[in-house]
């Protein structure tokens, strides 16, 4: 089912001309869905403190070749927050859910942060349901632990940290300027400050601060230790992928490469002098590089 969706009093800021909303009714979970352009599906995934908007800037050219769709996750932007299912998988089998929805057999989907590893997720546990997949500031899943840098890990624990520890995390979006600061020191170049309020006034909703809580505590306690034992490496990715990071990103560091086996058919890319909000630092970079990867044979 789908129907329309109000915006509340951010709406003068996150219409832009061209893009519609509908609230679409999965057999899962109620998905907010902005959409631009016509013919064959993409769809675009935001990552964490974000939703939608963050591709607004993206939306425009890829919206003059595809049909661009960009939903918002479980708990985020203006789909419903229900207490529980923000494991990663999850979110995987929801994104599904709305292809069935939307009877969408196959399509190109692209992913930051968050929404890179739900793309990688769902491409590997529904294979015949994408054609490419680009994935921007992400991990991929077979990650190697034995990579991973004390720094890396530490500027993961340094926001992770107070996310999942109970009571503080739900505060700390809702009373301070916790998610500005942090979006701030992992970017290069500023932020305008409606920018930042777009994505932070969000969280402030208990139920939206609850469900980044929950995304985290879920990662934290029972998704992480299997990720670095190997939980993906029997699977495969076999369609044209990208895996595209920052070097100033201050979360993604070593520990990407040796996917190969894994992913015969895709690249790593890493950006200087970008941190780790591609779609809206390098939004015309992004663009090409989705246009570019998207026009390939699958």
Known sequence: MIGSVTLDSAEALLVDGGVRHSLVQTDRVAV??????????????????????EWRHVIPPLAEHYRVICPDLRGFGWSAAPR???????????????????RLERVRIA???????????????????????LALG?????????????????????????????????AVQRHGPFISWLMRI??????????????????RVPARARASVALYRTFVA?????LLAGRYRDRRLEIPSRLI???????????LEGFERFAPRMSLERLPEVGHWL????????????????SRTA
């Open 84 to 102: 529980d299912g923000y494991e990663k998988e999850g979110l995987a089998a929801d994104l599904i859910a709305l292809l069935d929805a939307l």
């Open 138 to 170: 992400v991990i991929h899943p077979w990650l190697d632990p034995g990579a991973l840098s004390p720094i890396g890990i530490a500027a993961v624990l340094g926001y992770q940290g107070p996310l999942i520890t109970p009571l503080v995390g739900t």
């Open 186 to 203: 992992s970017r290069e170049g500023d932020w305008e400050p409606e920018v930042l309020a777009a994505y932070s006034d969000r969280l």
């Open 32 to 53: 907010h869905v902005a959409e631009a352009g016509s013919g064959e599906p993409v769809i675009l995934l935001h990552g964490w403190p974000q939703h939608w908007w």
């Open 279 to 294: 779609p809206e630092e390098v939004p015309d970079l992004v663009a090409d590089a989705a246009l570019e990867l998207f």
């Open 245 to 255: 990071v920052g070097k100033r990103d201050p979360v993604i560091g070593r520990g």
């Open 222 to 226: 029972r998704e992480l230790r299997p």
């Open 111 to 133: 992913g930051h942060d968050w929404g890179g590893f739900v793309a990688f997720l769902a491409a590997l546990c529904a294979p015949q349901r994408f054609s490419h997949l």
